[in-house]
């Protein structure tokens, strides 16, 4: 924590940025959120969601740029085109980027000669949650 700067920008909108943006103002940052959504941690339920995830975005202060689109990333700066269509500037220290998932096929592929039954689940799959990854290896552990 100490190697991050004082003014940090969190580029994202799903619940692992809005956790990154709380913990970051939990520890004393100043911490604006860049959002594509009109609220964040959009992935989660809205009683998570609202009721818990974006209540505690505001009592720590962080600031959420909503249905906002990042442009650039340039040291210590961010453009982005906010709610109205205006292209803003946001100075800062450092820069947290979530920007989605893609899962790494590749690297589990490398291992499907390594037994006679291989099987692909969970993130290496298709990113989602532990309940998605669970779900997989129940449905894979039936066949076997
Ligand atoms: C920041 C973040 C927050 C999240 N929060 C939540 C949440 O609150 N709730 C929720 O349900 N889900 C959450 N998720 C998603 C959840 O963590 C994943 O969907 C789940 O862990 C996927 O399980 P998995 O077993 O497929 O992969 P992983 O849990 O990633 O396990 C894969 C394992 O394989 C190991 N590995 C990789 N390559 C090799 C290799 N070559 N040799 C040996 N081992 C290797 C890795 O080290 C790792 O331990 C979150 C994800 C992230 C990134």
Redesign the pocket.
Known sequence: MDKIGKNVVVIGGA??AA?AACYLAENGKNVTEICRQGRIAYDLNPIRSIGYMNSLAVKLGVKVKKNAQTLKIEPGRVTFRNAHGVERVLECDDVVVTGG?APNAA?AIAFAQAAPEFYM????RQ???????IRDAYAVAMQI
């Not at 689940?121 to 290496?124: E, K, L, W, Y």
């Not at 990113?127 to 990854?133: D, E």
């Open positions: 619940s692992t956790e998932f690297a689940i969970g993130d290496c990113p989602g949650t532990m309940r998605h990854a």
